[in-house]
Every structure is written in structure tokens, then in C-alpha cells.
């Protein structure tokens, strides 16, 4: 199994939106509404961000949404902050469980 | 709080086995799925497979005939063995809680595999 596909690196200034796509195939994220996002700041533990495509943790902000289309997957994040510079992982729970190869945001 | 925390050798020489355990407290280990997740330095995540408190575990096809993953309820513990490793396996371990998502994690622990 590989791993789902996102950009290596989005950026975007303060306040603006970016979004960031997590690609897999028909056996994973195209199969099932068990993709979840991760936040990891350096040095620290992941941190969920998303779950179920769309759905937030209590105490995430309201800026940060999911979304799934076919085999793609993408996380939003609205009015850019600077401490939302962190890598971010999509990951696909479909019997196994397989992540995305990361991607890093630089607001700018 | 639900906190987990990390134990075992930071240096494991090549061919050896890898052995950590994860402390869970602040909530029972009964009646959910544990993982382990690893990262090598500057890479992404990997799952390296789960425990259900019940003993049942599901591995991580790549790595499947070399993981061996344990309960131990009454610790409210739950612990990882990887055999023969080799440098490819150097990374920071992650243990985390479940639920189909992973909700809560460990702070991790580097193991870095060197003779």
C-alpha cells in the first residue's frame, strides 16, 4: 500500500485560505469516509485536526475544514494564522491504515 | 485525561529487537484499539499496527512479519517488539489511542538503531 499523496509544501500569507489535497485511490480514500487530518508542529506529537472527511474535534478551530471528492481528499484552513505554520498529514483508515507523505505551510 | 507516555531503550544495536511500552492513564486501556506510529527524522508517519485491550492486533503489511504488539490491562499498558532492525527503523515512536482516529498520543520516544 502507498502512501496518499499531497504537495510537499503550500503557503500563504496571513489571513488568506489555503487548501491542501491528500490523493488516494479507490480502495482507500475513494472507498470510505474515514480520512482524518493531522497538525505537527516541530518537535511535538501529531494533533487531530479533522476526522470523518469533515468533522472538527471539540476545541479546533472553525477555521480549519475537510472536505472529500472521489479519491481526493482536502484540508482548508480560512484567515491564516502564523501558528497554523506546521506540517500536515492526511491519513486513511480503510482496514489498514495509510498516511499521507506530509505537507508543509508557511505563512508568509 | 486520557495521557500516554513512551518507555524503552533510546539505542538498539542492528539485528537486535526494539522493545518500548506505552503507560496509558487517566482513562482505562479496556475497550479500545492502541497504535504505535513512527517517524523517521525529516519524514513522515508511519502506522506500524494496533492492539485491542482484548489482545486481538492488525500490523502493518510492510512490517507485519517483524512486529509484535502485547496487552497488559491490569499495568493499563500496551507494548511493541520489532525484531532484526536495522537503521531504516531509526525514528521517534508514537503510541496513541484508536478510535478508528488517532485522539490521543504520546509525547514520543526516539530509538535510534547503531551499533
Known amino acids: 500500500q502507498s502512501a496518499l499523496t499531497q504537495p510537499a509544501s503550500v503557503s500563504g500569507s496571513p489571513g488568506q485560505s489555503i487548501t491542501i489535497s491528500c490523493t488516494g485511490t479507490s480502495s482507500d480514500v475513494g472507498s470510505y469516509n474515514l480520512v482524518s487530518w493531522y497538525q505537527q508542529h516541530p518537535g511535538k506529537a501529531p494533533k487531530l485536526m479533522i476526522y470523518e472527511v469533515s468533522k472538527r474535534p471539540s476545541g479546533v478551530s472553525n477555521r480549519f475544514s475537510g472536505s472529500k471528492s472521489g479519491n481526493t481528499a482536502s484540508l482548508t484552513i480560512s484567515g491564516l494564522q502564523a501558528e497554523d505554520e506546521a506540517d500536515y498529514y492526511c491519513?486513511?483508515?480503510?482496514?489498514?491504515?495509510?498516511f499521507g507523505g506530509g505537507t508543509k505551510l508557511t505563512v508568509l | 485525561q486520557v495521557q500516554l507516555q513512551e518507555s524503552g531503550p533510546g539505542l538498539v544495536k542492528p539485528s537486535e529487537t526494539l522493545s518500548l511500552t506505552c503507560t496509558v492513564s487517566?482513562?482505562?486501556?479496556?475497550?479500545?484499539?492502541w497504535s504505535w506510529i513512527r517517524q523517521p527524522a525529516g519524514k513522515g508517519l508511519e502506522w506500524v499496527g494496533h492492539i485491542y485491550s482484548s489482545g486481538s492486533t492488525n500490523y502493518n503489511p510492510s512490517l507485519k512479519s517483524r512486529v509484535t504488539m502485547s496487552v497488559d490491562t491490569s499495568k493499563n499498558q500496551f507494548s511493541l517488539k520489532l525484531s532484526s532492525v536495522t537503521a531504516a527503523d531509526t525514528a521517534v515512536y508514537y503510541c496513541?489511542?484508536?478510535?478508528?482516529?488517532?485522539?490521543?498520543w504520546g509525547q514520543g520516544t526516539l530509538v535510534t538503531v547503531s551499533s
Open positions: 496513541a489511542r484508536d478510535v478508528g482516529v488517532f485522539d490521543y
Open positions: 487517566g482513562g482505562s486501556i479496556s475497550s479500545y484499539y
Open positions: 491519513c486513511s483508515y480503510a482496514g489498514s491504515v495509510i
